[in-house]
């Protein structure tokens, strides 16, 4: 089969998935933290002149990039926004897949290896989810500048090698700081970057940028300045308005200074590994700063280092293991899909050692592997496990597949190129009838925060999805009460409290009794002597639960399923 006619076909089944994505955006209802992102946000804007003044005036996330650039649409639609949020961020997973293309390319010179690696994240499962319903996790923006810093840093170490010069560093730098600004995990990166660099780099450099003097005394003097403005005793909306335009200036002037680069306006000079590092990395923490606004208020870096113990002090874990994030990306990833990549590893590396292959394209595959293993080692040691923790790094696992079939042409073998399209397929097939199974809930495989024998956040991810059922459930069981009297529903779908209050919540204000039924939602602490008519509950959230009041006289009045699992319980009293 020719070149042409593969592309076409490959090109016509990302078209396909891309199409039943745009599909599921105008599907499915509020998802997760959708409603509570949008939330963050207008409460942001309403306490912004508090900026400097009120702990309470806002909140700061991880990360707050993403929530900065929802802002316009937020302003101008408010809570109605979330279609066009969706969008927006489906754009960035489109970018990503763009990139991901340009850098296989670049590695194998091979045009159809990257179009096979874009078929392959295109049709991913639990990669369909964060395509569509991303905002305060930032999960597109993440993938978009993780693999965007990836790409430039490649092409900079290629050109290093040939020349001595590292290309674009400004631009490098700026791309960094704004995937640590769509997720605090790009940290992680940069020391995959780091490390890898010190290994197998050359240690002097030339670059076409302002002197590491220059850029690193100017980087002291933008952050003197936001420590003086957090410090003296101005008023909130002055030290805003100085911090503002201390940060403006600053990120105006590395953008000018970004473009002369970019035109080799500036000499050639030569740095050190240090100085290189140096200023690479104060500039991105500044720039880092100055995209995610919220830490210009310096309070706020102290609250990010406290941030994973407050979590992990907030009954939100259930009982984490270091060797769940193998259980949660097995089960991103698939059962059949795992077994063939693991011999597809196996398969790769034996062909490459048996023929000492040296090609500077696989040689890189050290520093995906490097940067794969700081992340999941950093993930596997914090006290919880979340599905988005390994999100950047997931990709990468399509990679040996991809550098298998690239092996088996470059080599010319027809043994390896059928077995490496016997292993593409069976991957394609398993992730294609797993995403159009689940759809357009693409995110039940697996769920954001992985099944409960992982040790995943009971946080309701998935309750957002079933409350129109709710609602639609407690109008038949209540048919035969009286039309004008209260019904008093008390929920207890998670153990933590609070996501109880955000479950009542959005049942009291969002979704109405289609009948007229007067009905009040209550999220205090469970007590069988509660005078509520009705308790919801989740056989998937809170099983422990609903085992407790098979034993106190409680009868199961309706199961609520979505897509076959059951996701929420209304129950009544026994009489």
């Known amino acids: ?146 693999i965007l810093t990836t790409y430039f840093f490649i092409r900079g170490y290629l050109e290093l090698k040939r020349t001595g010069r590292f290309p674009s560093f400004l631009l490098f730098t700026l791309l960094l700081a704004l995937c640590i600004s769509s997720k605090l995990f790009g940290l992680l990166l940069l020391v995959s970057l780091i490390v890898f660099h010190f290994l197998f780099g050359n240690k002097k450099i030339y670059i076409n940028s302002p002197p590491p003097k220059i850029m690193f005394a100017l980087g002291i003097f933008f952050l003197v300045n936001i420590l003086l403005i957090n410090i003296v005793p101005l008023d909130a909306v002055q030290k805003l308005i100085f911090s503002s335009v201390f940060a403006l200036a600053y990120l105006v002037l590395i953008l000018f200074f970004a473009v002369r680069e970019n035109n080799q306006k500036y000499q050639k000079i030569k740095v050190d590994f ?25 309070n706020n870096i102290l609250k990010a280092f406290d941030w994973f113990n407050n979590w992990n002090q907030g009954l939100i874990i259930s009982g984490s293991n270091y060797y769940d994030i193998f259980l949660i990306m097995l089960m991103k990833y698939g059962l059949p899909s795992s077994f063939i990549l693991i011999i597809a590893c196996f398969v790769y590396f034996a062909v490459r050692l048996r023929d000492k292959d040296k090609n500077i394209g696989n040689f890189l595959v050290v520093l995906f592997f490097l940067i794969f293993i700081v992340q999941f080692i950093a993930i596997s040691l914090v006290g919880f496990k979340v599905a988005w923790y390994p999100l950047a790094i997931f990709p990468f696992l399509y990679l040996p597949l991809v550098f298998l079939w690239e092996l088996a042409v470059r080599k010319h073998s027809k043994k390896l190129l059928l077995v490496s399209l016997l292993f593409l397929s069976i991957v394609f097939i398993d992730n294609a009838a797993r995403y159009f199974y689940w759809f357009p809930y693409g995110h039940f495989d697996g769920a954001q925060y992985g099944r409960e024998y992982i040790g995943w956040n009971r946080a309701g991810f998935i309750t957002f999805e079933i409350f129109p059922e709710v609602i639609k459930s407690l109008d038949t069981i209540s048919s035969q009460r009286d039309p004008n009297g209260p019904v008093f529903i008390g929920c207890h779908v998670v153990n933590v409290p609070r996501y109880n209050q955000a479950v009542a919540y959005y049942l009291r204000n969002y979704y109405p009794s289609k009948n007229g039924y007067n009905y009040f939602f209550t999220a205090q602490g469970f007590d069988p002597n509660d005078q509520v008519d009705y308790l919801l509950t989740s056989p998937v959230y809170y099983p422990e639960f609903e085992e407790t009041l098979k034993g106190r006289n409680f009868i199961m009045l309706s199961t609520l399923l979505i897509k076959g699992i059951p996701i929420a319980s209304i129950w009544q009293k026994e009489i």
């Open 274 to 298: 240090f100085e290189f590092w140096s200023v690479i990395v104060l500039t991105a923490f500044n720039l880092t700063l100055i995209f995610s606004p919220v830490y210009l208020n310096l």
């Open 1 to 146: 089969m020719k070149f042409k006619t593969l592309t076409i076909i490959a090109l016509l089944v990302i078209l396909i998935f891309v199409a039943f994505r745009i599909a599921a955006i105008f599907m499915v209802p509020f998802v997760g933290d959708e409603p509570n992102d949008i939330g963050i946000i207008l409460g942001d804007i309403s306490g912004f002149l508090n900026f400097y003044s009120s702990p309470q005036a806002y909140e700061f996330d991880q990360a707050r990039f993403p929530l900065l650039i929802s802002t316009p649409l937020v302003i101008l639609a408010g809570i109605k926004a979330i279609i066009p949020l969706r969008l927006l961020f489906f754009i960035f997973n489109l970018l990503y897949l763009f990139i991901s293309f340009k850098l296989i390319n670049l590695l194998t010179t091979n045009k159809m290896a990257a179009w096979i690696y874009v078929v392959l994240l295109a049709s991913s499962c639990y990669l369909s989810s964060f395509s569509v319903f991303t905002m305060s996790s930032g999960g597109n923006l993440f993938l978009l500048f993780h």
